[in-house]
C-alpha cells in the first residue's frame, strides 16, 4: 500500500496510508477526512492548536502530544522521548526536538519529534529542533521532514547537514512561508541537501 505525505503548511503535515495521521494541524483551511492520530509536538501556538485538533479528531482518534499540552487539548496519550507507541499497525517513535544555543525550545522542556513507521515506509518529522546529536540514532528513514526557515529551527545549511547524519531516501523542508523563512530557504535546502528534495507548496504532496 502507497504512503501520501501532503504539506499542509508551516509546520503541519497529513501522512495517509493504511492510518491517517496529522502532524502538528494549524490553519486547516478544509479537512479532508479524520484522523486515526494526531501527533502534536510542543505547546506552541502554531504547532498545538485545540481548534484544528478538534477539526480531525473522533471519538477513535489517539492524541500523542507532550504533557504540557494537556491543558490546549484536553485527553492526550503523553509522549516523550524514548517512548513507543503501537496504534492499529502503525507505530510511532517519539525523538526528541530541541535547540542548541538558543531558548526558543529548550531541551528540558521534553518536546517532541516523531518516526510514523506504516506500510512499510518510515517517515521522520523532525520538529522545532535544531540538528542534535539524537539524529544520528535514527535508521532506515524513508522520508525526512525538516525545518529550514532558521530563527526557531535549524536554517538551509544546517537542515543539508542534518540530512548527512540521517541519510534519508527523500527530504521534504517545511517552517518557512509563515511566521519565518521563504520558498529560497527551501530551494537552498534542496541545492544542498545530499538527498532527492521535493519542495511542496501548501496542499502539495508525494506519495511513497
Known amino acids: ?79 516523550s522521548p524514548g517512548k513507543v507507541h503501537e496504534i492499529g499497525g502503525a507505530k510511532v517513535e517519539i525523538v526528541p526536538a530541541y535547540n542548541i544555543g538558543k531558548e526558543f525550545h529548550p531541551k528540558a522542556n521534553d518536546w517532541i519529534g516523531a518516526v510514523v513507521e506504516m506500510d512499510g515506509v518510515r517517515v521522520y518529522y523532525a520538529g522545532d529542533t535544531d540538528q542534535i546529536p539524537e539524529m544520528g540514532q535514527l535508521r532506515e528513514i524513508t522520508v525526512a521532514l525538516l525545518p529550514v526557515g532558521g530563527t526557531y529551527t535549524m536554517n538551509a545549511d544546517q537542515a543539508a547537514a542534518a540530512v548527512k547524519v ?38 502539495g504532496s508525494l506519495t511513497i
Request: charged share 20%; glycine share 8%; hydrophobic share 40%.
Open 1 to 79: 500500500m502507497s504512503v501520501k505525505i501532503e504539506w499542509l503548511g508551516h509546520a503541519s503535515f497529513k501522512i495517509s496510508g493504511s492510518k491517517t495521521v496529522y502532524i502538528d494541524p494549524w490553519k486547516l483551511s478544509a479537512p479532508s477526512g479524520s484522523a486515526d492520530i494526531v501527533i502534536v509536538s510542543h505547546s506552541h501556538y502554531d504547532h498545538c492548536s485545540p481548534e484544528d485538533v478538534r477539526a480531525v479528531r473522533t471519538e477513535a482518534t489517539t492524541v500523542l502530544a507532550p504533557p504540557d499540552c494537556a491543558a490546549k487539548l484536553g485527553k492526550i496519550t503523553a509522549a
Open 166 to 203: 540521517i541519510n534519508p531516501g527523500r527530504a521534504v523542508p517545511y517552517h518557512w512561508g509563515d511566521i519565518v523563512g521563504d520558498h529560497g530557504d527551501a530551494e537552498a535546502f534542496k541545492a544542498k541537501a545530499t538527498c532527492d528534495v521535493s519542495v511542496l507548496s501548501p496542499g
